[in-house]
């Protein structure tokens, strides 16, 4: 493990020797990070919690305990998965998202900038969720999904579908 000084690293987290972990970071114990992971500065990781291999945490990403991230994924700035949430592998969360308790989200999914899934949502693989969208507790989004930017999400979305507009409609030929 590659840590810069001012790290604070708990000695009971179990971290493979090539992860790079960056300024200001608190890892907690009981975490468990695989190889070729890179923390930025100012990530916190709580304990227990599972990072799989080769993401990219960028700066002020927070994840609480219990929380599990699978491969290859990228967290931008500032993003924070909540207790129990698990994420899936090869995902790209921009800045400000936030993933609730025991939420899931699938794989090869794509959430932009400011989205908030609330707790107990479930994402399905290949969804496109644009910027500024929020999903109240326990909707389910289908797979290959897209929701456009800022529209208000009332229920579940169908596998498959395009929702825009305001009120939002859903229309054929989401992300899939």
């Known amino acids: 493990m590659k840590a810069h000084a001012t790290a604070l690293v708990d000695p009971a987290a179990d971290i493979a020797d090539d992860v790079e972990i960056g300024p200001f970071c608190v890892i907690g114990a009981g975490v ?27 700066a002020n990403v927070s994840m ?12 931008r700035e500032s993003t924070h998965v909540a207790s129990g949430a698990k994420i899936g592998s090869r995902n790209r969360l921009g800045t400000w998202v936030t993933i609730g308790a025991s939420a899931t ?3 090869d999914t794509h959430l932009g900038g400011f989205v908030v899934v609330a707790d107990n949502c479930r994402i399905e693989s290949r969804t496109r969720i644009e910027g500024q969208t929020v999903l109240e507790p326990g909707m ?4 290959g999904a897209r929701i456009r930017s800022q529209v208000p999400v009332i229920g579940d979305v169908d596998p498959s579908a395009l929702l825009d507009g305001n009120p939002a409609e859903a229309q054929a030929g989401g992300a899939a």
Not at 64 to 75: F, I, K, Q
Not at 140 to 143: D, P, R, S, T, Y
């Open 32 to 58: 468990r990070i695989l190889s070729g992971c890179r923390l930025g500065p100012r990530v916190w990781v709580a304990g227990p919690a599972a990072i799989g291999r080769d993401n990219l945490l960028h």
């Open 64 to 75: 609480d305990r219990s929380a599990e991230l699978g491969d290859g994924n990228v967290l």
């Open 105 to 107: 989200v699938a794989d």
């Open 140 to 143: 389910k989004v289908g797979a």
